[in-house]
């Protein structure tokens, strides 16, 4: 039998598309108050956004009439005329506020000038409308997400891990409009100083959202050529980072993950920046809307240029010119100096301790230095790690070494050696107990192009079972939905590139424990706490407790060693006191 299918079913056949999780959700809400003119936005969430969320704006309103048109699905205001080549607003389908009240419960309240009026639905089931108070502008309330929908209740993550998707929507949405307030969870997170201009608005908000060391390493360009203007901060390429989270783009106020902008960004700093490295960036790319398609991607973080050649060649020569013009040769200005040169007179304390077996250490150098090092170590010393195999950490040098202090003397640790070795254990000890390993799922499934993705996808399983849940996409990609919890934040697609080329050569002729070392030794190649990475204090001496609990913590799995101890006796011998 062919049925016509109720409204309310399509629209939760919809809803799976639009509205994956709760962030996707606010994601849209967060859309629409932008394309209503929104100043500012008010966004609160409890539970990771299964339980409540709320988006409140100063825009412009719903029309009392329209409030229930709002609610069906292909309802927009956005397309008042039937061209798809000209879209300037995020939204456009009209199917957002449909799905969303097809699988949750929603109260919109709106005013546009002519007084305030609201109206409900409960999952699907719309409500009279009813005159209500507010200011101009529209709150969007939505409560009990996916309550009535279990398969898609249980595919969510913990409330923390849903929060954390949600932080991350949030802070995309607010580096691409640096001239809208948002405020979260009661708390103005990203403010605007009235009376800045657009590039002095964008460093004041790439600061909040990329950090502010950002804006000493970073230089401004602007550029137009025949109707594209490019725009932002790119960053000096020795600020950079192990994986391309903060390479943020723009087109036309949209935040993208385009492969076209990627491999000019990539071309560009190709001379100046390590292979595996990635820049900082904050980059707008406005193009007029009948030159490019936002419509090829469900979640539009893909676009497709009509002269994609033509925008390539721009975005490359323009950042490749800009990198030129200035002294990019190293990370200056930022407070990592001041830090640093601070734990080195409090490493330098901590040598001279009475701690230590010999007397000779108790040498009268510090009363020079210019620190207080009493109230510096004073903190260290209440810990009682001290007396653990790799003590408390006191520096990081380098950005790759941590410097710890035990009852013995001094402990040298190669934090990336070190995770390495974590990781690798993790995933064996799960193996060998036969235990699930927990996974974390990607917010943007990442695709990753290869020439034969029968390599990966014939591994598939073998993959499954250490955390990895990739599928077929297409003739020459495969899609990444999940990776092991204890891989953390790395780089999918060039891991993954890496994993294919391993598997057609030498992995092969591997047996199945060889290739699980393989993997974790690569994935800790990408992850974010590989050589070059700021550790706080906190962070190093959690790496430090799970060291200690991992077998065989003393060499990573190249067989170099994970770290080295000066005894007292040693370091005597260093400055020839003995
Ligand atoms: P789309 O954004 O694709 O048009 P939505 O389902 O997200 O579709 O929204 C439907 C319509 O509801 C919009 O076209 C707009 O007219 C109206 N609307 C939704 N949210 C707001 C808001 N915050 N302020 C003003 N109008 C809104
Ligand atoms: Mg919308």
């Known amino acids: 039998m062919i049925r016509v299918l109720p409204e309310n079913l399509i629209n939760q056949i919809a809803a799976g598309e639009v509205v994956e999780r709760p962030a996707s959700a606010l994601k849209e809400l967060i859309e629409n108050s932008l394309d209503a003119g929104a100043t500012s936005i008010a966004i609160t969430f409890e539970e990771g956004g299964k339980k409540r969320m709320v988006v409140e704006d100063d825009g412009s309103g719903i029309e009392k009439s329209e409030l229930s048109t709002a609610l069906h699905r292909h309802a927009t205001s956005k397309l008042p005329t039937d061209d798809l080549m000209s879209i300037n607003f995020y939204g456009f389908r009209g199917e957002a506020l449909a799905s969303i009240a097809s699988v949750a419960k929603v109260r919109i309240t709106s005013n546009n000038g002519g007084g305030a009026f609201e109206i409900e639905a409960d999952y699907g089931k719309i409500s009279p409308l009813r005159p209500a108070s507010l ?19 249980k595919f969510l993550k913990s409330d923390n891990t849903e929060a954390s998707y949600i932080n991350d929507i949030i802070s995309k949405m607010a580096a691409a409009n640096p001239l809208v307030s948002f405020f979260v969870n009661g708390k103005k997170k990203y403010g605007v100083t009235p009376g800045l201009d657009f590039s002095e608005s964008l460093k004041e908000r790439l600061a909040d959202v990329i950090g502010p060391d950002f804006i000493h390493n970073s230089l401004y360009l602007e550029a137009l050529s025949e109707g594209v203007r490019i725009r932002g901060y790119v960053g000096v390429p020795s600020f950079n980072r192990p994986n391309n989270s903060d390479t943020l783009f723009f087109v036309n106020g949209r935040f993208v993950r385009d492969k076209l902008i990627i491999s000019a960004v990539k071309n560009a700093y190709s001379d100046v920046l390590f292979s595996g490295r990635h820049p900082v960036i904050g980059l707008f790319i406005d193009v007029p809307a009948k030159d490019i398609d936002v419509n090829v991607h469900p979640q539009k973080l893909e676009v497709r240029f009509r002269e994609s050649g033509r925008i390539f060649a721009f975005i490359a020569s323009t950042i490749k010119a800009r990198l030129a013009s200035a002294d990019v040769s190293s990370v200056k200005g930022s407070s ?16 001279s301790e009475p701690s230590f077996p010999s007397h000779d250490f108790v040498a009268p150098m510090s009363a020079s230095l210019p620190v207080d090092f009493a109230e510096m170590t004073g903190a260290v010393e209440a810990s009682e790690d001290v007396d653990k195999p790799l003590g408390i950490a006191v520096a990081q040098i380098a950005k790759t070494f941590i410097v710890a202090k035990n009852v013995n003397g001094l402990v040298l640790v190669d934090q990336h050696a070190a995770h390495e070795r974590v990781v690798y254990e993790k995933i064996k000890s799960a193996l060998e107990k036969e235990e699930t390993i927990p996974t974390q799922m990607l917010l943007i499934p990442e695709v990753v192009n290869i020439a034969s993705p029968s390599i990966i996808l014939n591994a598939a ?9 990739i599928e077929a996409f297409g003739e020459n990609a495969v899609l990444v939905r999940e990776t092991p919890a204890v891989f953390g934040d790395f780089d999918v697609v060039d891991f993954v590139s890496e994993l294919a080329a391993y598997l057609k050569e030498e992995g092969k002729a591997k047996n199945f424990d060889e290739r699980i070392k393989y993997i974790c030794t690569t994935r800790a190649c990408h992850s974010s706490i590989r050589a070059g990475k700021e550790l706080s204090l906190a962070e190093m001496n959690a790496l430090l407790r799970e060291m200690e609990k991992t077998p065989n913590f003393s060499a990573c799995g190249h067989g170099r060693p994970t770290y080295v ?8 011998k260093l ?4």
């Open 565 to 572: 101890e000066f005894n007292g006796k040693t370091l005597a």
């Open 135 to 153: 200011n101009r502008g529209t709150r969007i309330e939505i409560e009990d997400i996916f309550a009535r929908t279990p398969a898609r209740l």
């Open 461 to 469: 399983d073998e993959l499954m079972r250490i955390g990895f849940v």
């Open 575 to 578: 400055f020839k006191r003995t």
């Open 336 to 351: 990592e100096e001041k830090n640093f040169m601070a734990k080195v007179a409090s490493l330098e304390m901590s040598v």
